[in-house]
C-alpha cells in the first residue's frame, strides 16, 4: 500500500473471521494495522471513521510534515509520532471522521461536532488545517489556503456515564457508523503528565509556561489568525534552536542566534535548571526539556491519575455498556501508553487487563494480537 491507487472506491470489502484486537505500545503505531486493514481490503481506501478513546486528541501534526508525505501510503509511518498520527491518514483520505471521546479531565477540545479541511500550504508544502482552534494555532498549524484539500469532521464528546440509558442518548447524539476503527488508549481510564516530574523540587513544569505559553486572543478574521500563526511559529523556532544548541554544548555563551527576550529567558532557566541537576549529580536533558515545555501551551497536559475503583468502573459500566450499544467494528486498537508515561506504568497491565476482558466479553474476537511484545 505505498501509493495505493484509486480503484474502484465502492468495491465490496471482505471481512475478518473475527474481529482482530491489536494491542501497541506507541500510540502512532495502531496506523500500520489500519493501513494493512485498508491494503487488504478490509477497510475502504476512503471515508473510516476512528472512533477514538484517549485522554489526548492525538490530532496534531508535525510542523515539518509535507502533505505529499503524508499521501505516500506506509512511507509516512516512520515520519509520525504519537501526537501526530491521526491527521495525515486523514489528509490522505483514509479517515473522513474523528470521534473522539474524552474523559472528564481531558479538554482539549470542546464537546460538538466541526468540520475541518486538511492540506498543503501553498507556498511551502507543509500539510496545515484551516481551524482557528487554539490546540491549533498554539502550534501555528493555521492555513486559510490549502491545496489538495479534504475535509473530515471532528465530533468530541464527554464519555462518563454509568447510566445505561444516558449511554445510550449519548450514542445516537454521536451517530457512529460502519465502518469504522474502534480505537483505545488506556491512558483513557488513567491518565499522567510525564512532564510533572521533571525537576519537580523547583517545579520546572510551571517555570517553562512563561517561556512558552502563547496567548490567543478571541479573533476570527484570517489576517490577525495569519499573523498570529506566523508569530506563534517564530517563537517555536527560536525556542528550538535554543534547546537544540543547548543539547548540543551545554552551554549559551558562544549562542550565534538573536539575543531576544526568549534568549535570555532561556539563559535564566538554564542557570536554575543546572543547579539543581548538579544537585541530584546529573546532566540536563535540555531536549526533553522543550519537549515538555512545548505542552505549556493551552494549560498544559491532562493529569488523573484514577483509583483502581474508578478504572473499574469506567470500564465495566461505561465502556462495556458503550460497546453493547454501537455497531461492531471492523478492528479494534489499543495503545499501552506506558513508556512515555501518560498511562500510570504501574497500572497499565491490569486496564489492559480489563479492558481486553471486556472486548471479548462484547464482540467475537480473536486473541489479542501483542505487538508491542
Not at 21 to 26: D, K, M, P
Not at 127 to 151: C, F, G, H
Not at 206 to 215: K, Y
Request: with cysteine; charged share 30%; net charge negative.
Amino acid at each position: 500500500m505505498d501509493n495505493p491507487a484509486k480503484t474502484n472506491l465502492r468495491s465490496p470489502l471482505k471481512s475478518f473471521k473475527k474481529i482482530p484486537v491489536y494491542v501497541v505500545e506507541e500510540h502512532n503505531e495502531v496506523l500500520r494495522f489500519i493501513y494493512s486493514a485498508i491494503g487488504g481490503k478490509k477497510l475502504p481506501l476512503e471515508g473510516t471513521t476512528l472512533v477514538h478513546l484517549d485522554a489526548h486528541p492525538d490530532m496534531l501534526i508535525d510542523r515539518k510534515l509535507k502533505g505529499e508525505d503524508a499521501r505516500a501510503g506506509r512511507k509516512v509511518l516512520p515520519l509520525l509520532q504519537i501526537e501526530n498520527w491521526i491527521v495525515p491518514a486523514v489528509a490522505a483520505g483514509h479517515i473522513s471522521r474523528v470521534v473522539w471521546l474524552r474523559p472528564p479531565w481531558a479538554k482539549q477540545f470542546a464537546d460538538g461536532s466541526r468540520m475541518i479541511h486538511v492540506g498543503d500550504h501553498p507556498e511551502t508544502g507543509l500539510l496545515r488545517v484551516d481551524s482557528t482552534e487554539p490546540y491549533y494555532m498554539s502550534d501555528a498549524l493555521y492555513s486559510p489556503q490549502l491545496i489538495n484539500e479534504r475535509k473530515f469532521t471532528l465530533t468530541v464528546a464527554e464519555l462518563s456515564e454509568r447510566n445505561e440509558e444516558s449511554i445510550k442518548d449519548k450514542i445516537k447524539c454521536l451517530d457512529i457508523c460502519e465502518p469504522y476503527v474502534l480505537d483505545i488508549d488506556l491512558d483513557f481510564f488513567s491518565t499522567t503528565n510525564p512532564f510533572l516530574n521533571m525537576y519537580d523540587q523547583i517545579k520546572l513544569y510551571d517555570q517553562l509556561e512563561p517561556i512558552f505559553g502563547f496567548n490567543i486572543p478571541q479573533a476570527n478574521d484570517e489576517k490577525t489568525c495569519i499573523e498570529l500563526c506566523k508569530s506563534r511559529e517564530q517563537q517555536l523556532v527560536e525556542l528550538q534552536e535554543l534547546f537544540e544548541y543547548l543539547e548540543k554544548n551545554f552551554d549559551l555563551k558562544e549562542y550565534k542566534g538573536p539575543k531576544s527576550e526568549l534568549y535570555h529567558k532561556v539563559c535564566d532557566l538554564k542557570d536554575v535548571v543546572e543547579a539543581e541537576a548538579q544537585r541530584l549529580g546529573e546532566k540536563p536533558d535540555w531536549w526533553m526539556i522543550f519537549t515538555g515545555g512545548c505542552t505549556r501551551d493551552q494549560g498544559g497536559l491532562p493529569h488523573h491519575i484514577s483509583t483502581e475503583e474508578d478504572i473499574e468502573e469506567t470500564v465495566n459500566k461505561t465502556l462495556k455498556t458503550f460497546l453493547k450499544n454501537i455497531p461492531p467494528p471492523i478492528m479494534i486498537t489499543v495503545a499501552r501508553s506506558s513508556d512515555d508515561g501518560y498511562c500510570p506504568p504501574d497500572q497499565t497491565n491490569y486496564i489492559q487487563a480489563l479492558v481486553t476482558q471486556i472486548i471479548k466479553e462484547v464482540y467475537d474476537t480473536d486473541s489479542p494480537i501483542l505487538y508491542y511484545l
